[in-house]
C-alpha cells in the first residue's frame, strides 16, 4: 500500500547512509530530498517540512551517537518521527459506547462512505458477534439508498431505508427513526451513511452537526480517500473543526496511492487512523497499526533493524513449515495456539489472517477473535491437557466443564472454541491440495518473498 | 458565469497560496523566493515538475532575472501554461464522420464518472444532440439505478442489463441501439476501477474492442475522469488507464472543493493528456469545457477575476 512512498524515502535517504558521521551541509541536502519524495507522496506541504524539521533538530541538535553511523542515526531519527506523528493510543472503535453504540460516516463525495458503512456493519458482526443496523441517510446522491439497501441483503444485515423525495424524508428524521428502530430491536450497533459533502458547504455541514446532535453518535469517522493529495488536510481539518472526530477511515489503499494523506491527516487533525479499507468487497476492512505502517514505510533492508529482519526470515520459514502442514490436515489445537501466539507476537493477526486460506470467509474462529479475545481463547487451550489438545476430538462433555472451569469462562465458549476449530480443520483440508498444488516448502517460501503472501482462495487476495 | 463559480470555490482557500504569492512577488532573498515558489506549487498538488521548475527559478535568480516584484509570478503562469494542454481548437469532443460518435468514460472508484456523464449528455443534448447512454457498471450495488435516475431527469435513453451482466455485451448492445435509432451520440458508463487491478483492467479492454468491433473507429472518445483532490497518483492513473483503453481527454471533477487539480498539470506533461472538462458541482450545470488560462489564473492569481471587467 504504501510502497512508493517507502520507495521514494529509500532513495532519498541513500544519501545518509555510510559509515561516517554527516556534514551540517550534508545533512541539509539529504533533508531536501526526503522532504521532496515526501511532498511527491503526497504528503502535505506544512507536514512534510515540519517532519523534516524535526528530523534535522534530532540530527544536528542532538548528541552524536558512539559507535552509530550517521545513516544510522539518520533512520533512527526518520523512525522516531515517524512513529510519533503516526501513533496513537485511541482505539479503532470508541471506549464506552452507549447501546447500542452508534457509527457515524462522514466524507467528501466519492469517499467510499457507503462501502465503508457496509464493511464496518460486516466487521461488527463478524469480529464482535454483534447485531448491526445500517441507516441509510445518503438521501442525496441517486439511487444511493439502493446501494446500501442491496449491500444490506448481500451480507443479510438489516437496514433502515426511506424513500428519498418523499414527506419528512431528511437525513436528520431517517436517523433518528433508524436509532428507534435499534432501540426497539434490540439491535447492538448502529451505523449511518451520509451523503458526502464539500467541507465549505455550510449549509450541509450544518445539516450533518444536526444529524449528530439528534442521535448524538459514539463515534463519527471521517472515510478518506488515500489517492488524495494536499487537499486531504485541508478537508480533514475542517471536518473536525464541524463534527467531533473519532477517527479516520483511509480507503481504497489496494491501489498504490502513496499514502501520505495518511500521514498528513494524523498530523494535523490530531485523529487517529481507525481502519483502513483494502478492496472493493466487504471483507476487506483492517484495523490500522502506526508502528506497523510507520516501520513498514521505513523498511530499507539492511538498514534498519538487521536482527529484526533475520529474526523474521526464522519466523517465515516456520511459518511457511506449518502453513504446509496444516494445509495436509494435520491441524491440532497445538497449532491454533501457536497461530495465536505468533499473531500476538507479529501485533497483528491480520497477516496471517491473509495467510490462512478461506479464513476470511469462515465464521469461524480467526475471524471473531480480536486482540481483547485472545487471552480468553489462549485460556482454554491451555487448560487442555496435552493430550486433548494433539487429539481435540477427545474433548467430550465432561472434559468441556473441566475445560471451562480452568480457563475461568463458560462451556459455551469451549464450545464456540472447538466448533470453529472443527470447520477449520475441515476447511484446510478440502482446501489444503488445491492450494500448495504439490509445491515445496522451498517455492512456498520463494513465493512468501516475492509476494509477501502464501497463496489464497480466489477472490480473498492475501493481505500484504 | 462558470468561472466565477470556480473562482469562488478556488477563492476559499486561497489563503495560504495568496500568502506565499504575496511573498513570492515582494522583494525578497533567493531563498525565501525558492521558498514561497515550492509551497505554491506543491500545494496545488503540481507535482513532479516543481522541481524542475524551482532549479530554472533559482538559475534565473541566480542570473540576476525575475528579482522584480510581479516577475517570478509572471514567469511561473507562463511556464505552466505551456506545459498544461487544453482540448484542441476548443472543440472537447469532435464528433465522427458518420454517426454515431461513441464515447468511453473510465476512471477509479467514486472518481465522479457517472455524475460526469449525466452532465455532459446535458451538454451534448444543449447542443442539440440525440444522446445515448449506456450502463455498463453491472458490478457496483445500485450503479444502474444511479445512471436510470439521472436518464429520467435527461430524458435519455439508457440501455441496460441487469445486475452481475457481461458490460462488454452492454455496451455492444448500447451500439447497435445507437445505429438502429440513429443516435448522434452514444455514452458508455462504466464501473469504477483501480488501474492496478489487472483482471477490471482487462475488462476495460474487452469493452473497448467489442465497440470497436461493432463499429469502426469506436470509441472514438476515452474519456478519463480524476477527481481534483487526487494528489500524485493522478499520473499512474492516467499512465495505466491509457496503458489499456488509448485516452483521449480528461473530465477533471469535484472542482468546486478547495482543491486545486493541480495534478493535471503534471498528467499533461507526463502523459501528454489534455484536459477536456471540468465538474463544478453535484448538478447537470455544473460543467464547463477546460480553459488553461482561467484554470491557471484561479490556481494563482490573488486578484478575483470574477470582479474584473
Ligand atoms: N462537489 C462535487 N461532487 C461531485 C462532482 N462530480 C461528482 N460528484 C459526486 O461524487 C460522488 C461520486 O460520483 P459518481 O458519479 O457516483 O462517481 P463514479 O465514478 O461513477 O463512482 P463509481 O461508479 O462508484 O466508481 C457523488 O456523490 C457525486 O455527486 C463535482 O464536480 N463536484
Ligand atoms: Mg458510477
Redesign the pocket.
Known amino acids: 500500500m504504501l510502497e512508493n512512498l517507502q520507495k521514494s524515502l529509500t532513495t532519498a535517504l541513500e544519501r545518509f547512509r555510510g559509515p561516517r558521521a554527516l556534514s551540517e551541509k550534508e545533512v541539509q541536502e539529504g533533508l531536501r530530498d526526503v522532504r521532496r519524495a515526501l511532498l511527491e507522496a503526497d504528503v502535505h506541504f506544512q507536514v512534510a517540512k515540519q517532519f523534516t524539521e524535526g528530523v534535522r533538530d534530532k540530527l544536528l541538535g542532538g548528541e552524536r551517537l558512539k559507535g552509530v553511523s550517521g545513516s544510522q542515526q539518520a533512520v533512527h531519527a526518520f523512525h522516531q518521527e515517524l512513529v510519533a506523528l503516526m501513533h496513537s493510543d485511541e482505539p479503532a472503535l470508541p471506549k464506552n459506547p452507549g447501546h447500542p453504540m452508534v457509527l457515524l460516516m462522514a466524507g467528501l463525495?466519492?469517499a467510499g462512505k457507503t462501502t465503508t458503512a457496509a464493511k464496518l456493519a460486516l466487521w461488527l458482526r463478524k469480529r464482535q458477534n454483534r447485531k448491526v443496523l445500517l441507516a441509510a441517510c445518503d438521501l442525496?446522491?441517486p439511487a444511493a439508498v439502493d446501494q446500501l439497501v442491496t449491500l444490506g441483503r448481500q451480507l443479510e444485515i438489516d437496514v433502515h431505508a426511506e424513500t428519498p423525495g418523499e414527506r419528512g424524508v431528511d437525513p436528520v428524521s431517517v436517523a433518528r427513526r433508524a436509532l428507534a428502530k435499534a432501540k426497539d430491536g434490540h439491535y447492538d450497533a448502529v451505523i449511518i451513511d451520509s451523503?458526502?459533502r464539500?467541507h465549505i458547504d455550510e449549509e450541509l455541514m450544518g445539516e450533518i452537526q444536526a444529524v449528530c446532535g439528534a442521535v448524538k453518535p459514539d463515534a463519527t469517522y471521517l472515510v478518506l480517500d488515500s489517492m488524495t493529495g494536499q487537499d486531504a488536510v485541508e478537508s480533514a481539518r475542517s471536518f473536525s473543526e464541524h463534527l467531533d472526530l473519532h477517527g479516520v477511515i483511509l480507503t481504497k489503499i489496494d491501489g498504490d496511492a502513496r499514502g501520505g494523506a495518511a500521514l498528513s491527516v494524523r498530523q494535523v487533525t490530531g485523529k487517529p487512523l481507525a481502519f483502513l479499507g483494502t478492496g472493493e468487497t466487504p471483507a476487506d476492512l483492517e484495523e490500522f497499526q502506526a508502528e506497523r505502517v510507520a516501520s513498514r514505510i521505513l523498511d530499507m533492508g539492511d538498514v534498519v533493524g538487521l536482527v529484526e529482519k533475520a529474526q523474521e526470515a526464522v519466523d517465515e520459514e516456520a511459518q511457511v513449515e506449518d502453513y504446509m502442514r496444516l494445509m495436509q490436515g494435520r491441524f491440532t489445537m497445538e497449532d491454533l495456539l501457536s497461530q495465536f501466539k505468533m499473531m500476538r507476537k507479529m501485533g497483528s493477526m491480520k497477516k496471517l489472517l491473509g495467510m490462512l486460506p478461506g479464513a476470511g470467509k469462515m465464521s469461524g474462529l480467526l475471524d471473531q477473535v480480536d486482540d481483547r479475545e485472545f487471552s480468553r481463547v489462549e485460556a482454554i487451550i491451555l487448560s487442555m491437557t496435552p493430550k486433548e489438545r494433539l487429539h481435540p476430538e477427545l474433548i467430550d462433555g465432561s472434559r468441556r466443564k473441566r475445560i471451562s472451569r480452568g480457563a475461568g469462562v463458560e462451556v459455551a465458549d469451549v464450545n464456540r472454541l472447538y466448533k470453529s476449530y472443527q470447520q477449520m480443520q475441515k476447511q484446510m483440508k478440502s482446501m489444503g491440495k488445491m492450494l500448495t498444488g504439490g509445491r515445496s516448502k522451498k517455492r512456498m517460501l520463494k513465493q512468501l518473498n516475492q509476494k509477501g503472501r502464501l497463496p489464497g482462495m480466489p477472490g480473498f487476495p492475501g493481505l500484504s | 458565469m462558470v468561472f466565477a463559480r470556480l473562482q469562488a470555490g478556488l477563492k476559499r482557500t486561497r489563503n495560504r497560496i495568496q500568502h506565499a504569492m504575496r511573498r513570492l512577488s515582494g522583494d525578497r532573498s533567493t531563498a525565501d523566493t525558492l521558498d514561497a515558489l515550492e509551497e505554491v506549487l506543491y500545494t496545488a498538488d503540481v507535482g513532479p515538475i516543481s522541481a524542475e521548475l524551482l532549479t530554472q527559478a533559482e538559475a534565473e535568480l541566480k542570473a540576476g532575472r525575475l528579482a522584480r516584484p510581479g516577475e517570478m509570478e509572471g514567469w511561473l503562469r507562463e511556464r505552466l501554461l505551456q506545459t498544461i494542454q487544453g482540448p484542441d481548437a476548443g472543440d472537447p469532443l469532435p464528433l465522427a464522420q458518420q454517426a454515431p460518435t461513441v464515447v468511453l468514460v473510465v476512471?477509479?472508484?467514486?472518481?465522479?464518472?457517472?455524475?460526469?456523464i449525466a452532465k455532459l449528455v446535458k451538454w451534448l443534448q444543449d447542443r442539440k444532440l440525440q444522446v445515448l447512454v449506456a450502463a455498463a457498471?453491472t458490478y457496483?450495488a445500485a450503479?444502474v439505478e444511479?445512471l436510470t435516475i439521472w436518464c429520467e431527469r435527461l430524458g435519455a435513453d439508457l440501455i441496460k442489463s441487469q445486475h452481475g451482466a457481461d458490460p462488454a455485451a452492454v455496451a455492444h448492445d448500447g451500439v447497435e441501439a445507437a445505429l438502429a435509432r440513429g443516435a448522434d451520440v452514444l455514452v458508455v458508463?462504466t464501473?469504477?476501477r483501480l488501474h492496478t487491478q489487472k483482471n477490471l483492467m482487462a475488462e476495460l479492454e474487452k469493452i473497448a474492442r467489442v465497440l470497436g468491433r461493432k463499429l469502426d473507429g469506436a470509441p472514438h472518445h476515452t474519456l478519463l475522469?480524476l477527481d481534483a483532490t487526487t494528489g500524485q497518483n493522478a499520473i499512474q492513473q492516467a499512465r495505466l488507464f491509457g496503458q489499456r483503453v488509448p485516452l483521449s481527454g480528461v473530465i477533471l471533477?469535484?472542482?468546486?472543493?478547495t482543491a486545486k487539480g493541480g495534478a493535471v498539470i503534471s498528467v499533461g506533461r507526463e502523459i501528454g493528456l489534455p484536459v477536456s472538462f471540468v465538474?463544478?458541482?453535484?448538478s447537470l450545470d455544473?460543467f464547463a469545457v477546460f480553459q488553461p488560462a482561467e484554470f491557471v489564473d484561479a490556481l494563482f492569481d490573488p486578484v478575483d477575476h470574477a470582479t474584473a471587467p
Open positions: 463525495q466519492g442525496q446522491r451523503a458526502g464539500l | 476512471g477509479v472508484n467514486g472518481a465522479g464518472k457517472t455524475t460526469s457498471d457496483r450503479a444511479q458508463d464501473a469504477g475522469v471533477s469535484k472542482l468546486d472543493g465538474g463544478l458541482g453535484e455544473d
